[in-house]
Structure formats: C-alpha cells, structure tokens
C-alpha cells in the first residue's frame, strides 16, 4: 500500500514539473512573439492611407463583370458538356 502511495507521489511530481515547463515555455514563447511584433513595429511601420485603395463606385463594376464571367463560363461548360 505504501508503495501505491509513493508512486502516485511520484506521477504527481512529474505531472506538476511537466505542466510547469510547458507554461513556463509557453510564457516565454509569448513575451518573444510580443518582443518580435513591438521590433517589427519599430523598423517596419506599417503605411496607413486614408483614402480607400478601390474608388466605391468601382466594386458595382468590378461585381458586374464576374457575375458575366461567371455567366459565359457556365454558358460555354453546359454547351461543351452535350
């Protein structure tokens, strides 16, 4: 009985050890992401612009003309399918 015991002590350590070495890495894995985006922020900005990249009117346009791609693509796979 005292050596059931002793071996469930025994699990207990190194079940305690081994959770503590993976959250102490896990720990310093994030102060190192956090060190690694703080240097890529310093030395890499990132450049914000104000205006939007695509005028708004442009996307009806641009949405248009997938849907007709879309259309003739379909179009020409059932006329080549029969």
């Keep these: 009985m005292a050596g059931e015991v002793n071996n469930v002590l025994e699990a ?3 079940m305690v050890l081994g959770m503590g ?3 102490l890495f896990l720990y310093i894995l994030v102060l ?3 060190f690694q985006a ?3 922020a310093k030395y890499f900005p990132e450049n914000i612009s104000k205006t939007p990249a695509t005028p708004a ?3 009806t346009d641009d949405e248009e003309r997938r849907v007709a791609a ?3 693509a379909i179009t020409e ?3 080549n399918k029969s």
């Design 70 to 72: 879309i259309i003739g």
């Design 38 to 40: 703080k240097l890529i």
């Design 57 to 59: 009117g442009s996307t």
């Design 77 to 79: 796979f059932r006329k």
């Design 32 to 34: 190192v992401v956090e």
């Design 12 to 14: 207990l350590k190194f």
């Design 21 to 23: 070495v993976v959250f």
